[in-house]
């Protein structure tokens, strides 16, 4: 190691930061979250640095820096544009031993500042020695995703209960292992779901098992998203890492599947129309089993849980079970491929408004409100429609909606499989006659479509005077 990575505490302790421009502004972020008293010496501010004055332990000496400055302090930051005196400020701390940091100037420091993960109390610091700040930084962004912000909660919730596992458990191999099941199950959860309360609960439980831990698992409601797996959240790419069982539907792509935890067992209960291998309810009990069971179970829903993912029954049964659970949202099938189809759900010149309909009701029916579905300035997207697309088309039509309004339909979206049909509500049947679209495909209708030539950024538009075309990723 060419530093000795270490963590300084500066609280109430005076530091000189000696420029007044975006790097010391940076430099005296960081000492402020560490809660030390800053003495500020440059002969102006950027506008950011002025609105930090308010502030009472910042204090602003507007002038040039001199050798006076250095009376009574802990630590010291040079970060002016003028290197012979940020190398005067960096002798002048040496001389007195006083830790130093020069920006830029890594010949001059004693100590360098790092790339900074803050969920305090818990802090990451990544250096590379002043070698490649850029690098630091991206290594910090990769860490960010793994590191929740409820790290920093679940080690207040450590600190509590310290001296009482302590007295628990004798031997530090048992607190040990006690810490690792409670810091990789169902009590770190519910911390990082902000569920405090059910924490302290489960930790009262853990303590009382002892060596025994408790039998209860915990269920995960997690959207998949609408095939892309960039998309998933943090979240929902850290809770598929500590599942035992997943339970997925047919909508969830593969190469989200494969992200899940290796070793965990594959439950797949998907439906096609008139076709379930599971029925809902059964669905539901299974969850509530085997969370009973003590396993931690990932219910993977494609796009969001709660739109037209029937979510809503599934953690119903589960509190009725008293199972505990989280959700973790996704993206939804009309966000995710409307946008990835290059039409905006709203926009100011077109639709004020959108809405989500589900193409088929639970008994198979399309009883809509159609007039509302009707009305201008609002674009209307069909989830699960494609069936059921010339009641769709003769409905609006018949209730008012001009046979002129530009419809999109959008197959397997965000995906490198996907394909945008395009026409109107007079032209669509026949546009898809000769290469008919499969599920899952999403409906779109609305003004909006027309903006889709000019914003198609990730495939191109399937119009029919076109014909057939292969998708084209970013980038390409």
């Known amino acids: 190691m060419e530093h000795l990575p270490i963590f300084l505490d500066i609280k109430n302790q005076a530091c000189l930061v000696v420029g007044g421009g975006p790097i010391a502004l940076r430099k005296l972020e960081n000492l402020r979250r560490a809660g030390a008293r800053i003495r500020l010496v440059s002969p102006a501010l950027v506008p950011e640095l002025r609105a930090r004055l ?17 009376r009574d302090v802990r630590l010291a930051i040079a970060a002016t544009d003028d ?17 130093v940091n020069v920006a830029d100037q890594p010949q001059d420091c004693t100590f360098i ?29 990769r860490l960010e995703s793994l590191v929740p912000a409820g790290y920093g909660r679940l080690a207040e919730l450590c600190a509590r209960y310290r001296d009482r596992v302590k007295e628990r458990f004798e031997q530090q191999r048992d607190r040990r292992r006690f810490w690792d099941r409670v810091l990789q199950g169902g009590v770190a959860e519910r911390v990082f779901s902000g569920h405090l309360e059910e924490a302290d609960a ?10 025994n831990p408790s039998e209860l698992g915990e269920v995960y409601l997690v959207g998949a998203g609408p095939g892309d797996p960039d998309l998933l959240t943090f979240r929902a790419l850290r809770l598929m890492q500590q599942a035992d069982v997943v339970v997925y539907d047919r909508l969830v792509a ?23 291998t599971m029925r809902q309810e059964e669905i539901n009990k299974l969850l509530a089993r085997l969370a009973k069971e003590g396993h931690r179970v990932l219910r993977l829903k494609g796009g969001d849980p709660f739109i037209f993912g029937r979510g809503g029954e599934e953690i119903d049964t589960l509190a009725a079970e008293g199972v ?49 579905l009707a009305q201008p300035n609002q674009t209307v997207v069909f989830y699960m429609g494609l069936v059921g697309l010339p009641v769709i088309v003769d ?5 008012g909606v001009s046979p002129a309004m530009p419809v999109a339909l959008v197959q397997q979206g965000t995906t490198h499989m996907q394909k945008v049909y395009a026409g109107t509500l007079a032209t669509i049947l026949a ?24 914003l198609a950024w990730f495939s191109t538009i399937r119009d029919p005077e076109q014909g057939a075309t292969t998708p084209v990723l970013p980038g390409d």
């Open 54 to 70: 308010d502030d009472p332990l910042i204090t602003w000496q507007e002038r040039r820096f001199e050798d006076a400055d250095f």
């Open 83 to 99: 290197r012979e005196v940020n190398r005067r400020v960096a002798e002048l701390a040496k001389a007195a031993g006083i830790p």
């Open 113 to 141: 500042m790092p790339s900074i993960i803050d969920r305090s109390p818990v802090v990451v610091a990544v250096s590379t020695g002043s070698a490649s700040p850029v690098l630091a930084r991206m290594i910090r962004a």
């Open 202 to 211: 489960a930790m009262e439980r853990e303590l009382a098992a002892g060596g």
């Open 254 to 276: 593969k190469p989200i599947i494969d992200m899940v935890r290796r070793d965990a067992s594959h439950i797949y209960v998907g439906k096609q129309r008139n076709q379930h």
């Open 324 to 372: 505990p659970f989280q959700v973790v949202p996704g993206i939804t099938a009309a966000s995710g491929c409307a946008c990835y189809g290059g039409i905006p759900l709203t926009h100011r010149d077109y639709a004020q408004s959108v809405s989500f309909v589900t193409g088929h009701l639970k008994d198979g029916s399309m009883n809509l409100n159609w007039e509302q």
């Open 395 to 399: 409905q609006l039509m018949a209730h």
């Open 431 to 454: 546009e898809i006659e000769d290469d008919p679209p499969e599920p899952p495909t999403l409906i779109i209708v609305g003004e909006v479509v027309k903006l889709r030539e000019k």
